[in-house]
């Protein structure tokens, strides 16, 4: 009976705890995000960035996860926040600014990774085009600069080059499919011919990272430099994504 109670009593204190983390935190409840809008619930994620960056919990997933299904009606509110900030200008160079911006970058590599690629559809295009006018932007205030490292100027600038030339070419998704082809059918694609089976499964359907979710494997057939299995990630649901590759390779015969 006092195991019992004892169990009860950590529950009950573990939900005064979490209940006292949202009110104290200023998070939002799951069912307060779901009645946002998805414009609220960008400014929700970055407002949440700038506070707390690298120290964030599960809230920073929940309110990603709504905006995945938000989709493309996220992605107005997402190309703002990056506009807004401007390392040129003293009023657009805040450090607020930077890591909103740095959120909704982020945001936007999770579209595109996990929801639909951002260069198929109009709005997606013009995030990206927001992208390259954040970089033009960087450039001219130096963040190319060699002379000393530092993250917030080189490392955003170097995350910012990355991130766009993944949108408009292979991005994470993409390499899971082509990881997985690889281990299970033995089918290796080059660079360019990765791109190109990427381009063909876009004009088939720009939802195709939603087709599967990814996990991180580890394969004893494969080890690296320090003779530990190689780790990487991988398709757990590979079938439509081979399906796929098979209509693929059969347009060009």
């Not at 360019?192 to 494997?217: C, E, H, T």
Request: charged letters at 30%; hydrophobic letters at 35%.
């Amino acid at each position: 009976m006092k195991v019992i109670l004892s169990l009860f009593a950590l529950i009950f204190i573990g939900q005064a705890k979490a209940a006292f983390c949202l009110q104290s935190s200023g998070h939002k409840s799951e069912a307060e995000i779901a009645r946002m809008t998805p414009e609220q619930r960008v400014e929700e994620s970055c407002r949440e960035y700038a506070r707390h960056k690298y120290q964030m919990c599960d809230y920073q997933d929940l309110l990603e996860s709504y905006i995945g299904r938000d989709g493309i009606k996220s992605v107005p509110e997402i190309i703002k926040v990056i506009n807004e900030y401007d390392p040129t200008r003293r009023e657009g160079r805040s450090k607020e600014k930077d890591l909103r911006c740095e959120n909704a970058q982020m945001l936007l590599s999770f579209l595109d990774t996990g929801v639909f690629r951002l260069r198929a559809v109009e709005e997606g295009r013009k995030a990206l085009e927001a992208v390259k006018r954040l970089i033009e932007r960087m450039r001219a205030a130096d963040f190319d600069s060699l002379d000393t490292y530092e993250y917030n100027k080189q490392g955003r600038y170097q995350n910012s080059l990355l991130s766009i030339k993944e949108m408009e070419g292979i991005n994470y998704c993409d390499e899971a499919i082509r990881n997985t082809l690889k281990h299970k059918y033995n089918i290796l694609l080059s660079d360019q011919k990765m791109l190109d089976f990427v381009n063909y499964l876009i004009s088939q359907d720009a939802y195709y990272p939603g087709w599967s979710k990814r996990d991180w494997y580890r394969d004893p057939n494969r080890l690296n430099e320090k003779g530990f299995p190689l780790r990487y990630v991988r398709i757990i649901n590979l079938d439509p994504f081979y399906q796929a590759y098979l209509k693929y390779k059969a347009k060009d015969k």
